[in-house]
């Protein structure tokens, strides 16, 4: 059985850093792209970031460039997302995905596989 399970979440105050982990299992993803999205109360489900099957090439929703970093481990079977200089408006649920493909792209349809989501607040 594949799964996906974030951790690393949490409450931090802003200008706080987080970072969140990703581990699959049930099979390898190295030669996936995976990504991140968040969803806030309310709001529908967006993209944050992704990076390529081989952790060569990352792509950032710019609400994010330059405060968040994403990184593979396909050895470990893992994907990290650093997040840095955290605003209130990052409060959501942030959720781990695979894709089919082995290219970074942003959108929800392309992905195939879902974590069951880490809750990060950050406070003002």
């Known amino acids: 059985q594949v799964q996906l399970v974030e951790s690393g979440g949490g409450l931090v105050q802003a200008g706080g850093s987080l970072r969140l982990s990703c581990a699959a299992s049930g099979r390898t993803f190295s030669s996936n792209a995976m990504g991140w999205f968040r969803q806030a109360p309310g709001k529908e489900r967006e993209f944050v970031a992704a990076?390529?099957?081989?952790?060569?090439?990352?792509y950032y929703a710019d609400s994010v460039k330059g405060r968040f970093t994403i990184s593979r481990d396909n050895a470990k079977n893992t994907v990290d997302l650093q997040m840095n200089n955290l605003k209130p408006e990052d409060t959501a649920v942030y959720y781990c995905?695979?894709?089919?493909?082995?290219?970074?792209?942003?959108?929800?349809?392309?992905?195939?596989?879902w974590g069951q989501g880490t809750q990060v607040t950050v406070s003002s």
């Open positions: 990076i390529n099957s081989s952790g060569g090439s990352a």
């Open positions: 995905a695979a894709s089919r493909y082995s290219n970074t792209n942003s959108r929800l349809y392309k992905y195939d596989y």
